[in-house]
């Protein structure tokens, strides 16, 4: 089965964060990327550029609207997200505990499915 990891940070937490520990995070994350990479585990992970980088977009009525950043004022923000392959739901989270940015903030593990038509 397959099940998106959303990586949650606290925004105001991740930010405290030293140059040094920064360095150290992204380097245990790619070390346990590439160990879950090995394992069959991985098959996607990305992270994202802060909040204040992105667009907004909503269509209604035909009419295209796109707004800097996101909507509302948030304590978190979608960090990244990791697109895994496990067994079970019991199985996904022992994968995302293992997420060394998961203690700056949250993994939230949702099972994933292609969407199809029936007769497809």
Request: hydrophobic fraction near 40%; charged fraction near 30%.
């Amino acid at each position: 089965m397959k099940f998106l990891c959303q990586v949650w940070f606290e925004t105001t937490e991740i930010a405290k964060l030293s140059e040094e520990e920064g360095r150290k995070l992204t380097q245990d994350s790619i070390d346990n990327d590439n160990r879950l990479r090995d394992s069959g585990h991985i098959i996607v992970a990305n992270a994202l550029l802060e909040p204040v980088t992105a667009r907004t977009v909503r269509v209604r009525r035909g009419e295209v609207a796109v707004t800097d950043g996101p909507f509302a004022e948030i304590k978190e923000h979608l960090g990244g997200f990791v697109l895994i392959e496990a067994r079970d739901m019991k199985e996904a989270t022992e994968i995302a505990a293992t997420f060394p940015v998961a203690r700056y903030g949250m993994i939230e593990v949702r099972a994933a499915f292609d969407i199809r038509f029936p007769d497809e």
